[in-house]
């Protein structure tokens, strides 16, 4: 069916077409450190595209607006039960788009709108949706945040501080640019002290949670949401889990799970996204694989050594080094900015983003850090000696290109064809797991 689609995608619209191979080409050509990228098993890629896609169906399995939704409940029944099994939750949403949407539905369902927030601010590491300005979170509800100390990491003196003078009704433990583990029993303490609800955001690292190697948080937290498409190799979306508190009666007495199960439909979100929801059955099975251990071990080896090597060059970590598979560059005062080592990186082919560092003074658009993640590295079979080579390739770009100002730069055109020879070399002898390459290419 997929073999179909793709050989009359070629035939109707070999334009699409065109840039859809270019794009896996590029994929395999480039050396991917986004923390937040993962790489979609072909599997995983197939049953996102199947025809189930084409079900409209409202509500959940068994209880649905719409006839004709048979096969798609024990699809979703599937994915419930293969999302349970893989973070050892009592209760699990698939429908959510998105962790954003993800999120949005959990506050609306724990709290009134003007209720206060507690989340992580954004240049300390924070999402978007942990109360951003930015976002519908910050302006529906009373953003309040905590920050990192001195030593980068989380501040939790302060956060039982902030908690207890400003009495959220939610806390927000979870972060996009935070390389250290979080402590969610601490968090769930503060929680119940001052009688939130803790929302464990772990979008980051739900593939190291899946694999037994970072604290699970699904028992501690009255809540946790995660990403599908970071560690956990899925499709783009979100799931919701409840661990023991499930049952408990949340706002208005219903209990916490059918409460989430109500904000996500018809609270935030209409039909289902069935084939994105077989999507995630077939990663989550994955993730519960001997295979998919493996990596994640690969995955926390690789950003030690990359921290080690990168250490060793001169560069100053954020927190000294990692925990996780992630890796933050403070590149000020004297680095080039954020936005000048992505560019130059993305020259020489390795993706890195920039990203805001605590205290950073230059505009989000620009910043003074870049966040670096083993995730696609540890895929493509990469160990601990490849990093080294890694950060190498990393520290000449960064050393080489020479700033005009925060967003403009110089790079010798030789020097520069000479790291994407050795980009190459490597992307060449570690490529990335099960995709198709078009033909002629390798
Ligand atoms: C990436 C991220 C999200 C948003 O996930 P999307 O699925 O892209 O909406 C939410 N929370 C955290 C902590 C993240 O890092």
């Known amino acids: 069916m997929l073999s179909t689609g793709t050989t009359r995608l070629r035939a109707e619209d070999p334009e699409l077409a065109g840039l859809l191979e270019d794009e896996l080409t590029r994929q395999d050509e480039t050396l991917s450190l986004v923390a937040s990228a993962g790489v979609a098993d072909a599997s995983v890629l197939a049953a996102g595209a199947a025809a189930l896609s084409d079900v409209t169906a409202e509500g959940y399995p068994?209880?649905?607006?719409?006839?004709?939704?048979?096969?798609?409940?024990?699809?979703?029944?599937?994915?419930?039960?293969?999302?349970?099994?893989?973070?050892?939750?009592?209760?699990?949403?698939?429908?959510?788009?998105?962790?954003s949407a993800a999120n949005l539905a959990v506050l609306t369902a724990l709290l009134p709108v003007?209720?206060?927030?507690?989340?992580?601010?954004?240049?300390?590491?924070?999402?978007?949706?942990?109360?951003?300005?930015?976002?519908v979170t910050g302006r529906w509800f009373r953003p309040v945040s905590y920050g990192v100390g001195d030593d980068g990491r989380i501040d939790y003196a302060a956060l039982a501080r902030a908690a207890r003078e400003h009495r959220p009704g939610v806390i927000v433990a979870?972060?996009?640019?935070?390389?250290?583990?979080?402590?969610?029993v601490r968090f769930r303490e503060i929680a119940d002290e001052v009688g939130a609800y803790l929302l464990a955001d772990i979008s980051h690292v739900a593939g190291l949670v899946a694999a037994g190697l970072h604290p699970n948080p699904v028992d501690v937290a009255h809540v946790t949401t995660t990403s599908t498409y970071k560690q956990l190799d899925g499709p783009r979306g979100g799931l919701i889990l409840l661990g023991r508190d499930h049952d408990r009666p949340g706002p208005g007495g219903a209990s916490l799970a059918r409460l989430i199960d109500r904000a996500v439909f018809p609270g935030t979100q209409g039909t289902p996204a069935p084939a994105a929801i077989a999507a995630k059955a077939r990663a989550l099975d994955r993730a519960r694989g001997p295979e998919f251990e493996r990596t994640a071990r690969l995955v926390l080896d690789d950003a030690a050594a990359l921290a080690t090597a990168l250490?060793?060059?001169?560069?100053?970590?954020?927190?000294?080094?990692?925990?996780?598979?992630?890796?933050?560059?403070d590149l000020r005062p004297d680095g080039p900015s954020g936005l000048v080592a992505e560019r130059a990186l993305?020259?020489?082919?390795?993706?890195?983003?920039?990203?805001?560092?605590p205290g950073d003074t230059a505009?989000?658009?620009?910043?003074?850090?870049?966040?670096?993640?083993?995730?696609?590295?540890?895929?493509?079979?990469?160990?601990?000696?490849?990093?080294a080579r890694c950060a190498g390739l990393l520290d000449r770009v960064l050393r080489c290109a020479?700033?005009?100002?925060?967003?403009?730069?110089?790079?010798?055109?030789?020097?520069?064809?000479?790291?994407?020879?050795?980009?190459r070399e490597l992307t060449r002898s570690f490529p990335l797991p099960g995709r198709p390459v078009p033909e002629g290419v390798r």
Do not use: K, W
């Open 346 to 357: 993305e020259e020489c082919g390795i993706l890195a983003n920039r990203n805001s560092v």
């Open 363 to 387: 505009p989000p658009t620009v910043t003074g850090g870049l966040r670096l993640g083993t995730n696609v590295l540890a895929r493509r079979g990469m160990g601990p000696a490849e990093m």
């Open 174 to 184: 979870g972060a996009s640019a935070h390389p250290r583990r979080i402590d969610h």
């Open 62 to 99: 068994g209880s649905r607006f719409h006839p004709g939704a048979e096969g798609f409940d024990a699809v979703e029944r599937l994915a419930v039960a293969r999302a349970r099994a893989a973070f050892g939750a009592s209760h699990a949403n698939v429908q959510p788009h998105s962790c």
């Open 402 to 423: 020479e700033p005009v100002d925060a967003t403009r730069y110089r790079l010798d055109p030789v020097v520069r064809d000479e790291i994407r020879a050795e980009v």
């Open 311 to 329: 250490r060793g060059l001169g560069y100053r970590l954020l927190t000294g080094g990692t925990e996780t598979h992630m890796v933050m560059l």
């Open 114 to 135: 003007g209720g206060v927030l507690l989340g992580l601010r954004l240049d300390a590491g924070g999402h978007l949706t942990h109360g951003a300005p930015a976002s």
